[in-house]
């Protein structure tokens, strides 16, 4: 059967473009709160979703997709920490 992998697979440079795309579609919900309810539940979803691959430094579709955005020297790093990582 399929297991989904929950070793992190996304670094710290795609890490910090998704925190930034995250607080835009934060603030982009906020806009259209009461404008747009559609828009605003859409952004505030693709915020949430944003988010949660930050925390959990996972992302499904780069799993699917066999990218793993992770350097070589935060895998050194990752390694002496004993913290599990996408070969």
Do not use: H
Request: charged share 15%.
């Amino acid at each position: 059967g399929f297991s989904y992998s929950f070793f992190r697979n996304i670094g710290w440079q795609d890490r910090t473009i998704r925190t930034i795309a995250g607080i835009v579609a934060t603030i982009g919900a906020f806009y259209f709160l009461k404008t747009n309810a559609v828009a605003a539940i859409a952004l505030a979803a693709l915020a949430v979703a944003q988010f949660w691959t930050v925390l959990s430094a996972r992302c499904i579709v780069c799993f699917f997709m066999g990218q793993c955005t992770i350097s070589r020297s935060e895998k050194n790093k990752l390694l002496t920490k004993g913290i599990d990582f996408e070969k």
